[in-house]
T-cell receptor
């Protein structure tokens, strides 16, 4: 009964580099969400998967951000040409049923620092 | 658009004090409302929820009532403990989407 697992827990990179953040949801959870949390702010929605497909990617800030979930389980958030403003904690959550009636289970996040 | 406003922290209380953390929302339609909590070193977890007007969510001694007339969902606890020290987030979801919209969070510090 492991929870949502995110790796790496911390990532420091240089401006312009490419970054991948991984999320391993709770087994059997079909819905997966990515959020971004900047310092002193609440989590901000990025993208939602139902199974393998992105059901809603309206929160992705620009085309440098992309996420995949090829087998309907693990998801990877990919950030190209990182900028200092991308520094934040990236949160992944999964749920058994479609929200909002379902409960979201969050991982501890991946803290990204872009120098 | 939909939004959530919650009181700024930190809120500092002595053990056994009464807690209120205010949350108001703006939304079209009838959203579901949530309180999530983040304990130090842990991920966000659902504390309680209410899906329609006048519903009361409760868990671990915390309560919040969905007040449509005042568009509020204030979090209360009668007697806080040191272990309640955490950051509390109010959130809503539009029943037409799957997105949670969070407030900025309120840090609660309880001292013995």
């Amino acid at each position: 009964g492991a929870g949502v697992s995110q790796t790496p827990s911390n990532k420091v990179t240089e401006k312009g580099k490419y970054v991948e953040l991984r999320c391993d949801p709770i087994s059997g959870h079909t819905a997966l969400y990515w959020y971004r949390q900047s310092l002193g702010q609440g989590p901000e929605f990025l993208i939602y998967f139902q199974g393998t497909g992105a059901a809603d990617d309206s929160g992705l800030p620009n085309d440098r951000f992309f996420a995949v979930r090829p087998e309907g389980s693990v998801s990877t958030l990919k950030i190209q040409r990182t900028e200092r403003g991308d520094s934040a904690v990236y949160l992944c959550a999964s749920s058994l049923n479609r929200a909002p009636t379902g409960e979201l289970f969050f991982g501890e996040g991946s803290r990204l620092t872009v120098l | 658009g939909n939004s959530v406003t919650q009181m700024e922290g930190p809120v500092t209380l002595s053990e056994e004090a009464f807690l209120t953390i205010n949350c108001t929302y703006t939304a079209t339609g009838y959203p579901s409302l949530f309180w999530y909590v983040q304990y130090p070193g842990e991920g966000l977890q659902l504390l309680l929820k209410a899906t329609k007007a006048d519903d009361k969510g409760s868990n671990k001694g915390f309560e919040a009532t969905y007040r449509k007339e005042t568009t509020s969902f204030h979090l209360e606890k009668g007697s806080v403990q040191v272990s309640d020290s955490a950051v509390y987030f109010c959130a809503l979801s539009d029943n037409n989407t799957d997105k949670l919209i969070f407030g900025t969070g309120t840090r609660l510090q309880v001292f013995p």
